[in-house]
């Protein structure tokens, strides 16, 4: 759970980031910036901010915001409803962002997971992307990612998105985030 003022605190934070990179995003997508702290009372560390401009049945587009180090916890999206998981192509706008996915681990890794929480850091094949860059996921893929020095933002392509059923590999993770007044 988090307290409204420090959610209202990152939100603006938020903001600053996408004007500092210069992506214009309408009042309205202000007003609806999510922070994701996955129910773990640790934002700083791990959770991230996104901003959704579209889902739809086919397909979804949003902004993910990450601060320095914060980290989008390991996940995969897995088939529902006779559908496949979500496919998702990750392209870096700003920052650099660090994206681990499974394949051959990479010797000495640029990040590490959140402490205490290393147990749920399974895949390690590390993909670094600088603005301008992109890698697709396909669906039912497990990855988490981390950003770097200075935070990044990555626009997500994709099929369409249900994040409430998204699978997590600490099962402390709750996706819906709480907000306590």
């Known amino acids: 759970m988090i307290e409204r003022a420090e959610y209202e605190k990152i939100v603006e934070r938020t903001l600053g980031y996408l004007k500092r990179a210069h992506i ?4 309205e997508e202000a007003k609806n910036v ?25 397909c979804c587009a949003k902004e993910l915001i990450l601060f320095p180090g914060q980290t989008c916890p390991q996940h995969r999206h897995p088939p529902a409803g006779g559908q496949a998981g979500k496919e ?23 990040c590490s997971p959140p402490k205490g929480s290393e147990q749920y850091y399974t895949v390690w094949h590390e993909v670094q992307l600088a603005p301008g860059q992109q890698y697709t996921l396909e669906p039912n893929t497990w990855h988490w ?13 994709s099929t369409t ?6 699978v997590f590999s600490d099962p402390n993770i709750k996706r819906q985030t709480e907000i306590a007044d």
């Open 24 to 27: 214009v995003i309408t009042p």
């Open 34 to 58: 999510e922070v994701a702290d996955l129910g773990l009372n640790d934002i700083q560390n791990t959770g991230l901010q996104l901003v959704v401009y579209l889902n739809t049945a086919r």
């Open 88 to 110: 998702e192509t990750f392209r870096c706008r700003w920052g650099k962002v660090y994206l681990y996915v499974e394949g051959p681990k990479t010797q000495n890794p640029k």
């Open 145 to 157: 990612f981390q950003g770097g020095p200075e935070g990044a933002i990555i626009s997500e392509f």
């Open 161 to 166: 998105s249900r994040d409430e059923i998204d």
